[in-house]
């Protein structure tokens, strides 16, 4: 998907039609917004805005790190932005992508696998402030966006953690502990990708390659900022959620082995009665035989010495 936009004096958000752009210098002052673009559409673009296609596929790849590239003609700032996913038993869980934000001297044009969060908050107007005009301002507005996520989605997955341990407290069940694991794999993406998004930052606040206004150099110390608060509260939530994990395990594992020790003490119980009447079954003599009162009296000793097994066995708390 291709999408163009272009802001005017009032800051308000317009979306164009990129057909209608024929020429590069059409393109002045405008952003242009790749969605999971097909190979057609990428070629068109670079072969209009003279952007190397390799530049543009490079967000495509889940995988690929973030990092800066400084070209002749544009600028790529490749970084990690945060996405919900919806799962079938209908609760969600989160993961990062890659979103490539290429600025020239005259255009921007941000290339993303799918259409998040993020970048809706620039095409819906919600962003105050917002030109594609002041394209160095643009990208510095997208890393805030994208930190601003990291916070929000962070305290979503502690709230979501919390809810799903007073479910565990209720019973332990298979469900509230693969919904627990997935969040705990949410924030190792969320460590890794902003950790990645950190690098970035700082050397954007260093370079001179793009440039910088002073308005927009307390944006990026504010991008920093908020970054780094993002870093320290899923490192935090990762530890805690571990610790959960790790201790839900052990009570899994102690309430196995009660169940384990309760079925082998019930085990030695009705082994009792099975030996002793092997024992007085066999075809040979045994103490009562031909009698009346035999058979009363192996059902009374067999009934006496499992009480005392079992007293013996519940006072060890093994029954």
Request: hydrophobic share 40%; aromatic share 10%.
């Amino acid at each position: 998907m291709i999408q163009l936009f272009y802001t005017d004096e009032k800051e308000k958000v317009i979306e164009g039609n990129f057909n209608d752009i024929t020429s590069r210098d059409m393109l002045n002052n405008k952003w242009i917004r790749l969605v999971n673009p097909t190979d057609k559409e990428i070629e068109s673009v670079a072969k209009l805005t003279e952007i190397d296609e390799s530049a543009i596929k490079a967000p495509l790849d889940d995988e690929e790190r973030s990092r800066i590239e400084i070209e002749d003609n544009y600028s790529l700032v490749l970084f990690d932005i945060p996405i919900i996913e919806e799962e079938e038993e209908g609760y969600y869980s989160y993961s990062t992508l890659p979103l490539a934000y290429i600025l020239t001297d005259k255009f921007t044009v941000t290339v993303c696998l799918k259409d998040t969060a993020v970048m809706k908050d620039f095409t819906l107007g919600r962003v105050k402030t917002f030109s594609t005009n002041k394209r160095s301002r643009f990208l510095f507005q997208a890393l805030y966006n994208a930190s601003t996520k990291y916070l929000q989605y962070l305290k979503q997955i502690d709230k979501a953690s919390g809810r799903i341990q007073t479910e565990l407290h209720k019973s332990t069940r298979n469900k509230e502990l693969f919904q627990l694991l997935d969040l705990e794999n949410s924030l190792v993406y969320f460590s890794t990708s902003l950790k990645g998004n950190d690098v970035v930052i700082n050397r954007l606040i260093k370079t001179t390659a793009i440039v910088k206004y002073e308005e927009d150099q307390e944006l990026i110390e504010d991008v920093a900022v908020e970054n780094q608060q993002a870093i320290e509260m899923s490192g935090i939530y990762r530890e805690i959620l571990s610790v959960t994990m790790e201790g839900y395990a052990n009570i899994i594992n102690n309430n196995q082995n009660n169940i384990m020790k309760i079925l082998t003490s019930i085990t030695l119980l009705l082994s009792i009665p099975t030996l002793i009447s092997g024992i007085w079954g066999m075809n040979t003599w045994v103490p009562g035989e031909g009698k009346w009162w035999g058979f009363l009296a192996v059902t009374v000793v067999t009934v006496i010495i499992c009480i005392v097994v079992g007293i013996v066995l519940h006072k060890k708390k093994l029954l």
